[in-house]
């Protein structure tokens, strides 16, 4: 894989989070995830101990080098492990001698931290049999993948802590009062790095937004054609990359909306408008992604009225079950928008002919992160938080969400608030 701009590789990295240790013991997920924003011939993840280094996973089986092993730190190295950020590290350092991997023969290592806040509780290695291969933008990448990591590597072990002391409780083996000390201070660790890996979204996702906003903002120009004419290939191209665009800003904010979400930060703004007016703008604003696929948009209203609800909140609600629809529908297909009140509520409801969802998912699909595992849904990119985000802001304003849906018979999301 050659060497990417430094830019193009940043955007690859919220992909980290579908890694899934629950259901990956040994940790393939994890590096096959990593090899699309770094190089390496080999990899490891250590976790830090107060006087030694254990191997939790690696990217290659090795016969001296099996998970869990222990390796005893030297005074020196002790500080070096637990005070210094990620660097670029070679054959002769403390740290490949310490965990015996000169008989690999590699020339060139990356080593990045993971850490919760100022807690450093274990380090990344990366190596390649190059010399100089890796440089201080490989280092930026490493040290911002590592953050995600940290997020999901304590969680594991978190959930590992609890069912270690799940069995100590039924087994009588840890006093009563004992155990409530020790959830109550891992619920504080819980707390402190949730708190962490959501100040990490809200920072990552402003970096990433800024470069694709240019993007966006080039290709209005070119569209525009003030510079010089196109031709339908070139017209056809620089909307490729406007909906592309559009796409990936929509999944950065997504990661922003979540982040104030759970931060109580998340606002609703109310005035009085026509239900319509919500609905025709967002339909306007999704009319390429629908063409792209030749799917039409059917707004079906008997009457229109208004409601009093954050206009910009209402939007995003129909944004994100509109374009759903749109993903999750066939080619030359249709979608139907319904709106309608009745006494002091109003209903909109949503409908496509798409693949459908089991009925045995209904309760899962509004969590954070979920991504139903289907060889359809394999091809669309996601963050899996557009519908958690629905559900809260329908919930700010005191309504709720339902879902009619059947595998192969399309889905139908009814969403009632307060008129």
């Known amino acids: 894989m050659p060497?990417?701009?430094?830019?193009?590789?940043?955007?690859?990295?919220?992909?980290?989070?579908?890694?899934?240790?629950?259901?990956?013991?040994?940790?393939?997920?994890?590096?096959?995830?990593?090899?699309?924003?770094?190089?390496?011939?080999?990899?490891?993840?250590y976790f830090l101990n107060p006087e030694s280094l254990q191997l939790k996973y690696s990217y290659k089986l090795h016969k001296n080098y099996k998970k869990d092993t222990i390796f005893a730190m030297s005074e020196s190295l002790k500080k070096q492990m637990f005070n210094k950020g990620g660097q670029i590290i070679n054959l002769d350092s403390k740290f490949i001698e310490t965990v015996g991997l000169a008989e690999l023969k590699k020339k060139s290592y990356l080593l990045g931290k993971i850490s919760i806040k100022s807690t450093v509780f274990g380090v990344i290695l990366l190596a390649k049999k190059e010399h100089n291969f890796y440089n201080e933008d490989d280092l930026t990448v490493l040290d911002a993948s590592a953050g995600i990591l940290s997020y999901i590597l304590k969680d594991v072990e978190l959930s590992n802590v609890f069912k270690i002391q799940l069995k100590a409780l039924k087994d009588g083996i840890v006093e009563k009062q004992q155990a409530y000390k020790t959830i109550k201070e891992q619920n504080e660790r819980i707390l402190e790095a949730d708190k962490v890996k959501n100040e990490f979204l809200a920072n990552i996702s402003h970096e990433l937004r800024t470069p694709l906003n240019s993007i966006l903002g080039f290709a209005d120009i070119l569209s525009t054609q003030i510079y010089g004419n196109l031709n339908s290939k070139q017209e056809e191209y620089i909307n490729d990359i406007k909906v592309s665009g559009t796409h990936l800003l929509g999944m950065i904010n997504e990661i922003l909306d979540m982040s104030k979400i759970e931060a109580n930060a998340m606002k609703i703004v109310k005035s009085t408008f026509p239900i319509s007016r919500a609905i025709t703008e967002v339909c306007n604003i999704l009319l390429p992604l629908a063409q792209k696929k030749n799917i039409h948009i059917n707004a079906a209203m008997p009457y229109d009225f208004e409601i009093f609800a954050d206009y910009q909140k209402i939007q995003q609600i129909l944004y994100n079950l509109v374009s759903n629809a749109i993903k999750y529908s066939p080619e030359n297909d249709e979608i139907e928008i319904a709106a309608v009140h009745v006494g002091d509520k109003f209903q909109i409801a949503v409908h496509d002919n798409g693949i459908g969802i089991d009925p045995k998912y209904h309760g899962k699909i509004f969590a954070k992160f979920v991504q139903l595992d289907s060889a359809y849904t394999k091809k669309e990119s996601s963050t899996g938080l557009g519908l958690t985000i629905t559900k809260e802001l329908v919930e700010l304003h005191g309504g709720k969400i339902s879902l009619i849906s059947e595998v192969n018979n399309g889905s139908t999301f009814i969403v009632e608030m307060p008129l």
Do not use: R, Y
Not at 8 to 35: A, M, R, V, W
């Open 3 to 45: 060497k990417t701009d430094i830019q193009e590789t940043l955007k690859l990295i919220p992909s980290l989070f579908e890694i899934d240790l629950n259901s990956d013991k040994e940790g393939k997920f994890i590096f096959e995830k990593l090899s699309q924003v770094l190089e390496f011939d080999e990899a490891f993840i």
